[in-house]
Each structure stands twice: as structure tokens, then as C-alpha cells.
């Protein structure tokens, strides 16, 4: 402890010029502290003595102090060769330690060299620091407690150069700091997005006034993952995404902004923004957009399943004016095939229904896309509706293409699939008849069958259960599985096509036997195909 005035150690100064760097004492007011001096507390005036002198201010903290702001100027004599062992300024807060402000006097690298009305030309090349202001952000948790700020101003440790400070304007604005200034505006926040997952937030900053030439090398927002920065440096703004996922049970997040400022791979202190407050409730889809599945159709033929067919319904609202297209990808397409094709497209809300979809294909992804949005959902297929309920989950996979080794004659290559009926109740036995023959076989498990034809195209197999009682379950159910395309030889096959649609063509009105429908296909991939 000290009383002020203590010559050379702790003044407080007027407004007026440094008699030897020339920058104004004071920023705010008229009145200024000035820690330590250009001239040594004892000994030979013109040498600094080892002084380390450290201003203490405690305080009440509030809402409208937790952003604690602290203005300063420095000049910090820099010695050739003396590697941390320069004049240093420290500036910390025992309720924001992350937040503490050390450099000597090689941080700024803006020296000079001064003349003294006593020392002369004495002084070693000296680094000055105009106006700068240090932020620090203290938690909401530390309200009505009392925090201590203490601020270090040294010489040099080997007792020949010096270095003070001017400190003045607790808890003013960040603007015009001589090294650069950054801020974001709570009122600009977007929080419209495709998911209702990010927000966008924009800001500007301010470059630093010093020597060098610097530019703004990055920007992070501490505590918390953003996307997308982008910085402007032709009109000195930046934005970046919030995404939804920074939230855990809070409502709202206090945040704020750090910049580093650097010129050639040298890097100024960082500024730190003000604080703003970002909310999960106020998160908003740019589009509405729903999905709904359908249930199984069975096409009036109820014992095969492999017509069983859905439609799925998309809503689409917010999209006036807007284009937006429909892709289907399958979960597991037949080999050498994409699985992926176009489905609708148009612009506009409306609520599409679309398919039908056979369920032996199995379930898909379905991928909307409006304007830079893309929206995508997972579709399980029903179960199928034909037949009894035993047999609803049947399950194909693994459909494999096997080469001719011998001759590569596509004509001769075969194919192979798995079948899995799962059931839990009655655990009997189930057989296969038709293009498959098998009995006594287990539900719940993979049973591989291979070696047909490519050539003979799509086979037809009977599923059958003597022990079920339920109707149509003991006198066989019916299901086709289709070749993949042959894999042998010089085949450049590029042919994919896609079930679009059923047509009934009804005949005689009284004779629901003649009844007869069109399948209507569309070939999305064609090339030559070589066999």
C-alpha cells in the first residue's frame, strides 16, 4: 500500500501531451492514473531500477459491470536481446482469469527512438501502445460479489530499461482502441434456417490503428462450435452459424466474439466483443415440410406379395415461388445400380402423393430439395398386406451377380439371394416351393440360395405352413425376385429403370375377370450395352 502521489511509482496525471512519447495522458475526463515512469525511482535517473509497481481496484460487480472494460497506454523501452526479460504490462481480474492481458514490450513492434529534456538520447528504442481498451467477461454467478482488478506495469528485469502505463476509463465503450475493436448486434440475429438448427449472427470490427499493417486472422466465439465464418474484409464484417446443438437445458446463451488481429505470422493480443444473448425457442424452419407414409396396398391379389405396394404423402409449405425437387435412393439397390433417381419437381407448396412403391424394394431415404435447402427422411417400407400376417415381414438381401469364369459369356451367368421370414410366434417350420424347394426351414434366419440363370429372367416361389391355421398361410403365398444385370465379359450395361406407376384397364364393367393393368416404367440411365 501506497499513498498517491508516490513519485515515479503511482500519479495521477492531467490532460495534457507525455512530455517524451507524445500521446494524450488522459481518454476520458481530465484525470488519469500513470503507474511507474520513464525515470528510475532511486539511483541514476535516466536507468530504470527494477520497478514493478501494481494499481489494485476492487469492486461491487452488477449486470452493467460483469462486462468489465479497462482502457490503458503504454511505453515499454525494448532492449536488443533481452528475451523475456522485456518491460512488461499485466492486467488481470480474479472473476476472469481466462481473460487476463499480459505482453512485454516485444508484442507491438512499433519502436522508436525518443529524445528526453534529461536523458537525452539515452533511452533505448521504445514501443508505445496508444489508447487501447481491455475487456474482460465475467459470469453472470459473481453478480453481487465483490471482484478485484490489479494492473502490473515493469521495467526491465535487468535494471536498465523502463516501462509505464496510463490507465483511465473503467466500464467504457470498446470503440477507437488503437488495437482494433469487434462487435455483434443481438438484433440482427437470423434465426431462420433450413432445419431450424443454425442461426446467423453478423458482426463488424474495427482494424488496429498501430504501425504494422494488420488483418483479421480468425474469429471464434469461446465456449461454443460456429460454422460457416465467413469474414469481409472489404467492408470489415463477419457472420457465422450458431448451430442449435451449443444449447443444453438453457433457454437462452450469453455469447460473445474474439478476434485475432496478425500481420506475417505475428499476432496482436485478442479483442473481445461485446456480449449478446442467442435463444433456442426463437429457432424457425425456413420450410415446413412433413412426410407420411402410407400403408400397404395388396392390388387385389391377395397371395402374392410381390405387388404389395404405399404410397408416400410430402407437405410442402413457405416454398411460393420456389423450385424444389424429389429424389428417391433406395437402401440397397441390385448391384452395378444407383438405387437414386428423381421422383417429382415443381415449385410451390403442395402436398404431393407419391408412388406407388413396391415394399420388396425394400426401405429408402427420401431427399427434398428447395432452393439451398435439403430436407431428408428415412422411409420404412410397410409390411406387406398379402397372404396372413406370418409372412408380413419376409425379407430378401444379398441379390449377387457370379461371373463365368471360363468363357466371361454373360449369357451364362448366374445369380443368388438370401430370404429371411422373421416370426416369433409359433416357432414351426416353414418350405419354399416353385424355382426354390426347401422344407422344414426356421423363421428368424438367413437361408442363401444361388446358381439360377440370369438368362431365365425373374423366378416365382410359394411359401407355405402347414402348422398355421390362419387363411391363406397353410396353401402357399407367392412372391418373384428378379435377376441384378449380368456381370461377365464386355458388359457396359448402363440401364436403370423405376416402377412409376399402375394403370387398370377394367374391359367388360360386369366381368371383374378381365380385368387387366399396365405397369408403367421409366428408364432413367441408358447406354450401349455389349454382350
Given at each position: ?9 503511482f ?5 495534457g ?27 541514476n ?6 520497478g514493478?509497481?501494481?494499481l ?11 462486462d ?26 480474479d472473476?476472469d ?28 528504442s ?11 467477461k ?16 515493469a ?36 434465426y ?8 446467423r449472427?453478423?458482426?463488424e ?16 466465439i ?42 506475417t505470422?505475428?499476432f496482436?493480443s485478442?479483442q ?34 410381390s ?9 410442402i ?8 425437387q424429389?429424389?428417391?435412393?433406395l437402401n ?37 430439395e ?11 417400407a ?10 408380413n415381414d419376409?425379407?430378401i ?10 468363357d ?26 416353385g424355382a ?42 407367392k ?12 458388359t ?5 429403370v ?15 375377370n ?17 454382350m
Open positions: 500500500m501506497t499513498t498517491i502521489p508516490s513519485t515515479r511509482e500519479e495521477i496525471v492531467t490532460t501531451l507525455d512530455p517524451l512519447i507524445g500521446i494524450q495522458q488522459v481518454r476520458f475526463g481530465n484525470k488519469a492514473a500513470r503507474i511507474n515512469n520513464r525515470y528510475a525511482h532511486v539511483g535517473t535516466c536507468n530504470g531500477n527494477y514493478v509497481d501494481r489494485v481496484k476492487t469492486f461491487k460487480v452488477t449486470e452493467a459491470t460483469r468489465l472494460t479497462v482502457w490503458y497506454a503504454v511505453a515499454l523501452e525494448n532492449p536488443n536481446g533481452h528475451v523475456n526479460a522485456q518491460p512488461f504490462l499485466n492486467i488481470s481480474c472473476r482469469p481466462i481473460n487476463e492481458l499480459c505482453f512485454d514490450a516485444s508484442i507491438i513492434q512499433c519502436a522508436n527512438t525518443y529524445y528526453d529534456s534529461i536523458c537525452g538520447n539515452s533511452f533505448d521504445i514501443d508505445v501502445l496508444n489508447w487501447a481498451c481491455h475487456r474482460f465475467i459470469p453472470e454467478d459473481f453478480v453481487d460479489s465483490l471482484a478485484t482488478v490489479e494492473i502490473t506495469v521495467d526491465c528485469a535487468a535494471g536498465a530499461h523502463f516501462g509505464y502505463a496510463y490507465i483511465d476509463g473503467f466500464c467504457e465503450p470498446c470503440d477507437s482502441s488503437s488495437l482494433g475493436n469487434i462487435s455483434i448486434k443481438e438484433s440482427t440475429i437470423d431462420v434456417s433450413c432445419n431450424a438448427e443454425t442461426a449472427v453478423c458482426g470490427y474495427i482494424l488496429p490503428s498501430i504501425c504494422q499493417t494488420n488483418h483479421p486472422d480468425s474469429i471464434k469461446p465456449g461454443y462450435t460456429i460454422y460457416n465464418l465467413e469474414i469481409d474484409t472489404a467492408t470489415r464484417t463477419f457472420c457465422f452459424d450458431f448451430p442449435i446443438s451449443n444449447f443444453g437445458a438453457e433457454t437462452c446463451l450469453e455469447i460473445y466474439a474474439e478476434i485475432y488481429f496478425g500481420s505470422g505475428f496482436l485478442p473481445l466483443s461485446n456480449s449478446i444473448d442467442i435463444c433456442k425457442n426463437l429457432y424457425e424452419d425456413l420450410y415446413d415440410v412433413n412426410f407420411v407414409t402410407g400403408t400397404c396396398n395388396d392390388n387385389n391379389t391377395d397371395k402374392l406379395l405387388d404389395d405396394y404405399y404410397y408416400v404423402e410430402v407437405y409449405s413457405g416454398a411460393i415461388g420456389t423450385f424444389w424429389v429424389t428417391r435412393e440397397h439397390p441390385y448391384p452395378n445400380e444407383s438405387g437414386s433417381h428423381t421422383i417429382a419437381t415443381g415449385s410451390g407448396n403442395t402436398t404431393l402423393l407419391l408412388g406407388p412403391f413396391l415394399i420388396q424394394e425394400g426401405d429408402w431415404v427420401i431427399v427434398l428447395i432452393g439451398n435447402c435439403k430436407y431428408t427422411d428415412y422411409i420404412e410397410p409390411d406387406y398386406c398379402s397372404g396372413c400376417t406370418e409372412f419376409l425379407e438381401r444379398n441379390i449377387q451377380c457370379h461371373n463365368t469364369p471360363s466371361y459369356d454373360p449369357t451364362n451367368d448366374t445369380w443368388s439371394f438370401e430370404i429371411n421370414i422373421p416370426a416369433f410366434s409359433p416357432m414351426s417350420t416353414y418350405k419354399l416351393s426354390v424347394t426347401s422344407s422344414s426351414l426356421n423363421y428368424n434366419t438367413w437361408y442363401s440360395y444361388s446358381s439360377f440363370k440370369i438368362n431365365d429372367g425373374c423366378i416365382l416361389i410359394t411359401i407355405e405352413d402347414s402348422a398355421l391355421s390362419e387363411e391363406n398361410c397353410s396353401d402357399g403365398i412372391f418373384s425376385i428378379c435377376p441384378p444385370k449380368p456381370c461377365s465379359g464386355n457396359f450395361c448402363d440401364l436403370e423405376f416402377l412409376e406407376g399402375f394403370e387398370c384397364d377394367e374391359g367388360d364393367p360386369q366381368n371383374p378381365d380385368d387387366v393393368y399396365y405397369i408403367n416404367l421409366i428408364t432413367i440411365r441408358v447406354a450401349i450395352c455389349a
